[in-house]
């Protein structure tokens, strides 16, 4: 696939802004985890909402950084050339799909084989950078 300038500074920009976003949010993310520190005395109630509040907080974190690293792959692909093609099959990646998740690295129908299991790939990623989308 190849790019018009113009479209390769769209998506670059998109990516650079989403990238910015992803770590302002595990900064603040790890800010809260540091801040949230337990109590000496707590009460079971309050030890269950503070296990419950970390789990929250790891998981967000996870995803931020999953999102940003397949964010940092997508720029490198546009450096590289090979933006806007799939992974796995090599065919370009429909632009609707392009502009909804400028970092994925799937086609279509690449991801649901994916997701179906059949075809090669991490399916925790896609699946979790579709959810911060």
Known sequence: MTLTPQARNQYETSLLQRQRELEQGLTHTVKQA??????????????????????????????????????????????????????HCSSPIDSKRLQALPWTSSCIECQERIEKGEGKGDISDIRNANAGA
Do not use: N, W
């Open 34 to 87: 540091l801040e949230s520190a337990p109590e000496e005395a707590q009460d079971i109630g309050d030890q269950a909402v503070f296990s419950y509040q970390k789990e929250m907080l790891f998981t967000q974190g996870t995803r931020h950084h999953v999102q940003l690293s397949q964010v940092r792959k997508a720029l490198q692909r546009i450096a590289d050339g090979s933006f806007g093609l799939c992974l």
